[in-house]
């Protein structure tokens, strides 16, 4: 539709090739996630590998995928579940005729699970699509609890300026309250254009979080062949009361 040519992958149940002409717009799968690089106040403060072991240590498993009916479309509905069960997520995706791709997701927890670090999604974007404009706040990162100086307006910048290069590659980047989020082409309208029903977060890294969380210097970071995007609903706060004990957590509210 609209010259659009849309795959889901029966393996994973995920989004994974978006093909605009014969341009690739998806570069990895559209997937379920919930951990963040730790920060250096996760890692050496409130040890996040361990007091939200649960997420760290697993990962959405595909249960089921089948077309589906949600709110008078029709689709595709993918069924994860994690934790022995304790954790389901559904993902249904829905085509229109222009070929934009309505996704709906949800959450189901069950109590006695740790707090969850991060909910939303994770893919990979064409790598060409280095300038990022979008509606939220900024211009610097920001995050539940670092969001009172920042201003919703829009901004636009290239990825390596969007991103935050701490010395020890770690979570960054993130904006709040974003509304829509560009990725195109500099000197270009070719793109991919991320558009919410409420006020989300979202960041974009060229690197892989793998890279990004086992690098222990930003020399050790290496451009991936995508851009890593990440679409959340909420994301933990940083923290910071100090930075070597369990009080670096963020407070309750964030």
């Excluded at 093909?19 to 920060?39: C, D, S, V, W």
Aim: charged share 20%; proline share 5%; aromatic share 10%.
């Amino acid at each position: 539709t609209g010259g659009v040519a849309v795959s889901i992958d029966k393996s994973n149940g995920a989004l994974v090739s978006y093909k605009k002409g014969n341009t690739e717009l998806i570069g990895q799968a559209l997937l379920p996630h919930f951990t963040r690089p730790q920060t250096d106040n996760d890692r050496k403060g409130w040890k996040t590998h361990r007091v939200l072991k649960q997420w760290y240590d697993n990962q959405p498993q595909l249960k089921s995928v089948a077309t589906a009916e949600v709110d008078g479309l029709k689709g595709v509905q993918s069924v994860y579940t994690m934790v022995n069960d304790s954790v389901e997520v559904k993902v249904f995706y829905a085509v229109n005729k222009d070929g934009v791709v309505k996704v709906a997701y949800q959450l189901n927890v069950q109590p006695g699970l740790p707090n969850i670090p991060k909910v939303g999604m994770q893919t990979g974007v064409n790598k060409t699509f280095t300038q990022i404009q979008y509606f939220g706040r900024g211009p610097l990162e920001n995050y539940i609890d670092r969001k009172y100086g920042f201003n919703a307006g829009l901004f636009d910048a290239d990825i390596y300026d969007f991103m935050e290069p701490y010395v020890v590659p770690q979570e960054n980047g993130n904006r709040t309250d974003v509304r829509w989020l560009n990725l195109y082409r500099k000197g270009s309208k070719e793109g991919i254009n991320i558009v919410a029903d409420s006020l989300l977060s979202m960041s974009a890294w060229p690197y892989s979080e793998k890279n990004i969380t086992e690098a222990k210097h930003t020399h050790k970071l290496y451009p991936a062949n995508y851009i890593t995007l990440n679409i959340d609903l909420v994301q933990m706060g940083v923290g910071g009361n100090d930075s070597w004990s369990e009080v670096a957590a963020p407070l309750d509210q964030y």
